[in-house]
């Protein structure tokens, strides 16, 4: 008998597009990748099945409504296009289908924008699919960053950021009103006897009449799983963590030091509480780069030769959509530690703190595009597994983190590696689980694991629209 308490399970997640690439623009080029034929829908039917043989906790799809244009811009679609930079793009939503069919407790999130499409639609596609993955299904909120999505859906420009908050948050309403309180769970009978397959009092019109939204409707369809898709987010701005603390379930955090993660995270936990829900009904992410071998020195050739097919072009235009910022305005040789706009700066710094061995090199556009190259901003974890699980490992206990959003730099070799070589060393530290609580689990019970079902909990603020008598 030990008097040890059991060490926390880590949430694993793996992290993609459905486009040629995500996050390490230009590794369609190397022949192990089959991300790059983003289209072969068989592509995904084995990723899907490699990821639930492996254990991971749910495949989380990003996307984006536009094509990537600040750099070399404005409005210059070029670079996106000849570096294959998350363009082209498939709607994830079709992808889910496929996957749910040859799986069973593998969780799937999609990305969905509350600026563009209508909350009634989106419910609908939601729900459609929380029937058809038997509940395994997540939907990370977000409100667009890139002027080419509010062109392409007919505005002139964005929403301004914090009015678009609003209207998700509003948006919200619109859809939790729609899942939880347009049927009651009893109203589809199906009855033989009788002749009925709903019972039509069971069954209401939802009326919203808001500032943004109008929707008088019955929710066509009827209850499924969760009702209310497991919510993910990942706001960064005031606003952003505003909403993220009041309604996701799960949420991710960029940034590379896990002490200044730690502040985010403890504040977090207490905005979560603030709006009257308990600190552990939200798991916290972090996004970062694995790549692991049997030994250091194989992970680390791996890394470098990824870096040769790595298109620096590309990673450019991915941060000028991230940030608005175009590189291309900047001499070769400036030094990005004291050029550019605050938010390049404070990246570069952390990247000169935390990547050893960089003090006092010159942080010119190349070296900065490097270091974006693969994985993009997060940070990475490259080496034996020994040397990956500690750099996880001191990220989970001194940023206070549920678990990992984990990205590739090729598909599905990078999930494949992490499935070999981590997963064991892992498992010996007791910190991933050996297998789904139970075959067929909910997103919302994998990803909580507090054994309370598949429901939203009785503290988030969903619950509120539900039709009690
Ligand atoms: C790990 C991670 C993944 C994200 N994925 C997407 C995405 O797929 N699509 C998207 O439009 N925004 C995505 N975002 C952006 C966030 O939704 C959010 O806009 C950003 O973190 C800035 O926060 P703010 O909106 O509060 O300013 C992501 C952010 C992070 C940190």
């Not at 990992?404 to 981590?422: C, Q, R, W």
């Amino acid at each position: 008998m030990t008097n040890e308490t059991p060490k926390k399970k880590w949430i694993m997640n793996a992290f993609a597009m459905f486009a040629p690439g995500h996050l390490s623009p230009g590794q369609w080029k190397h022949p192990d990748d089959r991300a790059g034929n983003y289209t072969d829908l068989t592509y995904w039917t084995d990723l899907a099945r490699i990821l639930e043989a492996g254990k991971f906790h749910g495949l989380f799809l990003a996307d984006v409504l536009g094509i990537y244009d600040v750099y070399k811009g404005p409005a210059n679609s070029t670079p996106a296009l000849e570096s294959g930079s998350q363009f082209p793009i498939g709607d994830p939503f079709l992808l889910i289908s496929a996957m749910a069919a040859v799986t069973k407790s593998l969780s799937f999130a999609i990305t969905a924008s509350t600026s563009y499409e209508n909350p009634y639609a989106t419910a609908r596609k939601f729900s459609t699919l929380d029937h058809l993955t038997k509940g395994r299904v997540g939907w990370n909120i977000v409100t667009s960053y890139l002027d080419s999505a509010a062109k392409a859906f007919g505005l002139d420009e964005q929403i301004p950021h914090d009015e678009r908050y609003a209207r998700a948050e509003e948006y919200l309403e619109v859809v939790y009103k729609l899942l939880e309180g347009s049927w009651k769970d009893d109203a589809r009978v199906q009855d033989l006897q009788t002749g009925k397959y709903s019972i039509a009092e069971k069954v209401r019109a939802i009326e919203h009449n808001g500032k943004y939204y109008k929707c008088n409707a019955t929710h066509q369809l009827h209850p499924s799983i969760q009702r209310t898709p497991f919510i993910l987010q990942a706001g960064a701005s005031t606003a952003g963590k505003n909403f993220a603390t009041k309604h996701s379930e799960a949420m991710f955090l960029p940034g590379l030091d896990p002490h200044k993660i730690r502040k985010e995270v403890d504040a977090i936990r207490e905005q979560v509480v603030s709006h009257g829900r308990s600190a552990d009904s939200l798991k916290i992410l972090a996004g970062v780069l694995v790549i692991v071998d049997e030994t250091d020195e194989k992970a680390q050739a791996k890394y470098e030769e990824y870096l040769k097919y790595a298109d620096l072009e590309g990673a450019a235009t991915l941060f000028g959509g991230w940030t608005n910022h175009d590189l291309s305005k900047y001499g070769e040789d400036d030094d990005f530690k004291f050029t550019g706009s605050g938010a390049i700066q404070s990246m570069v710094n952390t990247w000169s703190a935390t990547i050893p061995g960089t003090d006092g090199i010159k942080w010119t556009r190349r070296r900065v595009l490097q270091e974006l190259a693969i994985g993009g901003a997060h940070p990475r974890a490259i080496g034996s597994p020994q040397t990956v699980a500690d750099k996880l490992q001191k990220f989970i206990d001194e940023a206070g983190i549920d678990g990992f959003n984990l990205s590739y730099a090729v598909s599905p070799g990078n999930f494949e590696d992490m499935i070999k070589y981590l997963w064991p060393e892992l498992r010996k530290r007791g910190v991933f689980w050996d297998d789904y609580e139970k075959e067929g689990i909910s997103m919302r019970e994998s990803y909580l694991g507090d054994g309370k079902g598949a429901r939203l909990r009785e503290d988030h603020p969903g619950v509120n629209y539900r039709w009690v008598d």
